[in-house]
């Protein structure tokens, strides 16, 4: 059985165990029975319900929910280690990591999904408890602010109009992801989206990564770059423990 199969999985066996009425869970959630039945019970669930789901239900381990391992109650886990590295938290800031921020240039243009499953759920800390999701970086052209393989945190603008000029952005186009630092633009309704890395071609003195503009009705999704973490370890729950 997949991965997606077995999340399904898991959250019927949750419901059953919780005595939690199907029709009241359908609706909380934004699901439907269908999704819980024959093929419905292949199909992907997106990385926004999962979030959803957690929120509602806060009792759910998250690894067990995901992977399957482990108990399926927070109460029933026995983790000391855990009550250190949180610090005196009650529960642990979680939010879905995804993958594919461009930084470098468009050649390495991701394939966008609003339903995009989370590759995994990391622990971004205190300093990130407003963020809403998280993101992989690759390439320099935002070098050193954001290094490559590091993680960007990330919280979702709903309205474009509060953009701050000289704040860090991750932009979604049709065509492309990138992290840059958006300014204002010469041109109406665009958006001036510049790179941090100041490296010139020995030849020409030109920028290697130049500005470029953006119309803002091309931007499907807009998050405000919050911070970047260096993730020191692989599992299905990271502790992001350093900040860049």
Not at 58 to 75: F, V
């Amino acid at each position: 059985m997949d991965k997606i199969s077995t999340i399904k999985e898991n959250i019927l066996q949750y419901i059953e165990k919780q005595s939690i009425s199907k029709t009241d869970f359908y609706e909380k959630t934004g699901f439907s029975a269908s999704n819980f039945k024959g093929k419905g019970l292949n199909s992907e669930i997106g990385g926004d319900k999962i979030v959803k789901i957690l929120s509602l239900y806060k009792d759910i381990n998250i690894e067990w929910l995901i992977t399957g391992k482990g108990s399926m109650l927070k109460s029933d886990l026995n983790t000391p280690s855990d009550s250190s590295v949180n610090y005196g938290r009650e529960e642990k800031n979680l939010i879905p990591l995804y993958d594919g921020v461009v930084t470098a240039g468009m050649q390495e243009t991701a394939i966008l999904d609003p339903t995009q499953q989370p590759a995994e759920m990391i622990d971004a800390g205190d300093w990130f408890r407003d963020a809403t999701a998280a993101m992989r970086v690759h390439g320099d052209s935002m070098y050193p602010e954001y290094k490559s393989g590091s993680i960007a945190a990330l919280r979702e603008v709903k309205n474009k109009r509060l953009v701050v000029y000289g704040q860090d952005y991750l932009l979604e186009t049709s065509e492309y992801r990138v992290i840059k630092r958006l300014q204002k633009s010469d041109l109406p309704q665009n958006w001036l989206a510049c790179s941090v890395n100041e490296e010139k071609y020995e030849s020409s003195g030109r920028l290697i990564h130049e500005p470029f503009d953006v119309h803002i009705d091309d931007v499907t999704r807009l998050y405000q770059v919050l911070g970047n973490v260096k993730r020191n370890q692989s599992s299905s729950v990271i502790h992001a423990n350093k900040f860049n």
